[in-house]
Structures are given as C-alpha cells and as structure tokens.
C-alpha cells in the first residue's frame, strides 16, 4: 500500500461511476442502468486532505459555476497492481486499498451536458474537484461492500448509506472498466454517491466520511 504521498504521484487516472447506488433509482423512480455509467476526472483535480488537520483544505468554487457546486461523498478504490480483461472474481485481488473522497460537481454544467450526450468532463474536474483522505490498507478495510458512507454540510447529515446498496459493487467496476482500458497501479476508482448530494457555497464547510470513525475528511469551500 503507497504512502499518500506516493499515491498522489503516481496516480495517472481518476474513474468515477455515477447513479451507483440504489436509493437513487428508488427516489428518481429511474431503471437499473443495463452498465456502469463510467467518467474520468483529470489528476489535477486532486486535493490531499491530512488526517486531523487543524486549517481544513479549501475546496475552490470555479467562477464559471456562478458560486454554486454539489458535494458527493464515496468510497475510493485504489488499484494495487496492474490489470486488464479481469473477470468479477478476479477483480478484488488487484486492489491495493481504499479511501475516502469527495467527488464535487460542478451540476448545473452536468444536467446541461446528460440530454445532449455530452462528457460530464468540465463538470467534474475542476481543481480541488477531488478531495482524498489518507489511504486505507485491505486489512483496516476488511469488508468494503458493507461500510458506510456519510457526509455533513454545516454540521447537517445530508448523505448516509452503506455500500452494500451498490447497484454495480466493486469488483463489477473493475471488471467492467478494465474491459475498456488497462488499470494501472495506483489508479483511483470512485464507486458512486449516496443519494442526499446537494449544493455547497462559499463559507459551507463540508465533513464526511467511512463507518462509525474509520476516516474522516473536513473541507471548506470558498468561491475561485
């Protein structure tokens, strides 16, 4: 398992999965998608957020969003090894870790972009964009598919779900992407959000995390 640090320079890709969870279907009255429904975020996006950190990081609010974003709280998968053409039963031995992170979205851009067809790609990969806490080994995360995610805004619980509600778990997104494309070591895969995502504006201050204290992560957001 990389120390944060190696992990944020080595990482060469981001993969997202969005509608991942299946409370989202139920309030949205949605089908089951027939596959995951897969993104990139660029690693520039990436925000180091230090375990206890007295002065949070600042999530930073592009002026093209007009001052608002959405948060989105989810469990991240980080690769181990390389891979490629894995089946489901293979997929969770290629996982080096996990962690928790922020996936914010810029999603006034996002609805506009989804009827059309177009990448959600400026949407989503704005710097700061992807907050990431310390790294989590296998063993400090034994079960995966039953852990919960959470997430507070202002001191409000706005999302709470475990990702046994997942609608593809996790070694279905990593069978399913590395169909696609070769996952590389240390490459970080989100496995969707909660339903409760919402918007967040400068002077919020945002708090979520993994089961009953297992890692935790606060930001403030604050306009570019």
Partial sequence: MPTTTKFFQSTRKIIGAGV???EILRLTNA????????????ISSLLDVPADSPCPPTIRIPRVFGGVINFEAELGVIIGRRCSNVS??????????YCLALDMTGMDFILDARPKGLPWCLGKGFDTSTPVSG?????????????????DVNGVRKQDDSTRNLIFPIAELIAYVSRYMTLEENDLLLTG?????GPV?????IECGLGD??????CSVADE
């Fill in 20 to 22: 991942n969870y299946k």
């Fill in 31 to 42: 089908p089951k998608p027939d596959a995951p429904v897969i993104f990139f975020k660029p």
């Fill in 88 to 97: 489901t039963d293979q997929a969770m031995s290629y996982v080096g870790g």
């Fill in 135 to 151: 790294l989590l080994t296998r063993a400090e995360l034994p079960h995966p598919d039953d852990v919960r995610v959470w997430c």
């Fill in 193 to 197: 959000t909660p339903a409760g995502a």
């Fill in 201 to 205: 504006r400068h002077g919020d201050v």
């Fill in 213 to 218: 204290g297992l890692v935790t992560m606060r």
